[in-house]
Protein backbone atom coordinates (compact mmCIF):
# COMPACT_ATOMS: atom_id res chain seq x y z
CA UNK A 1 0.00 0.00 0.00
CA UNK A 2 1.16 3.14 -0.60
CA UNK A 3 1.37 6.28 1.21
CA UNK A 4 -1.52 8.18 -0.33
CA UNK A 5 -3.70 5.22 -0.63
CA UNK A 6 -6.83 4.83 1.61
CA UNK A 7 -7.95 1.86 2.73
CA UNK A 8 -11.11 0.61 1.52
CA UNK A 9 -13.91 1.43 3.07
CA UNK A 10 -12.60 4.24 4.46
CA UNK A 11 -13.09 7.84 3.07
CA UNK A 12 -11.01 10.94 3.96
CA UNK A 13 -12.79 13.05 6.39
CA UNK A 14 -13.16 15.74 3.23
CA UNK A 15 -15.32 13.48 1.38
CA UNK A 16 -17.56 12.37 4.63
CA UNK A 17 -18.51 16.72 5.00
CA UNK A 18 -18.88 16.82 1.29
CA UNK A 19 -21.21 14.02 1.34
CA UNK A 20 -23.35 15.53 4.30
CA UNK A 21 -23.26 18.81 3.23
CA UNK A 22 -24.77 17.27 -0.08
CA UNK A 23 -27.60 15.36 1.98
CA UNK A 24 -28.19 18.59 3.97
CA UNK A 25 -28.60 20.61 0.94
CA UNK A 26 -30.91 17.92 -0.85
CA UNK A 27 -32.64 18.04 2.03
CA UNK A 28 -33.36 21.54 2.22
CA UNK A 29 -34.03 21.80 -1.43
CA UNK A 30 -36.98 18.90 -1.04
CA UNK A 31 -38.36 20.98 1.69
CA UNK A 32 -38.64 24.49 -0.64
CA UNK A 33 -40.36 22.65 -2.83
CA UNK A 34 -42.45 20.77 -0.41
CA UNK A 35 -42.95 24.15 0.91
CA UNK A 36 -43.73 25.76 -2.62
CA UNK A 37 -46.56 22.91 -3.65
CA UNK A 38 -48.28 23.84 -0.30
CA UNK A 39 -48.59 28.05 -1.12
CA UNK A 40 -49.54 27.09 -4.62
CA UNK A 41 -52.61 24.89 -3.26
CA UNK A 42 -53.57 27.46 -0.88
CA UNK A 43 -53.37 29.93 -3.47
CA UNK A 44 -55.43 28.09 -5.86
CA UNK A 45 -58.29 27.22 -2.89
CA UNK A 46 -58.39 30.51 -2.29
CA UNK A 47 -59.02 31.45 -5.86
CA UNK A 48 -61.95 28.80 -6.06
CA UNK A 49 -63.41 29.84 -3.14
CA UNK A 50 -63.25 33.48 -3.98
CA UNK A 51 -65.09 32.26 -7.40
CA UNK A 52 -68.11 30.44 -5.63
CA UNK A 53 -68.58 33.95 -3.82
CA UNK A 54 -68.79 35.40 -7.03
CA UNK A 55 -71.56 33.03 -8.52
CA UNK A 56 -74.01 33.16 -5.24
CA UNK A 57 -73.57 37.03 -5.24
CA UNK A 58 -74.50 37.35 -8.72
CA UNK A 59 -77.38 34.40 -8.25
CA UNK A 60 -78.63 36.21 -5.38
CA UNK A 61 -78.81 39.18 -7.03
CA UNK A 62 -76.05 41.14 -6.36
CA UNK A 63 -74.62 41.50 -9.76
Same mark, same amino acid.
Not at 20 to 35: G, M, P
Given at each position: ???????????????????????????????????? !????????? !?? !??????????????? !?
Amino acid at each position: MSATAVPAGVRAPEVRLAAKNESRLRALERWRAEKA !GEERRVSTI !GA !GAGGVVAVIVRVIGG !G
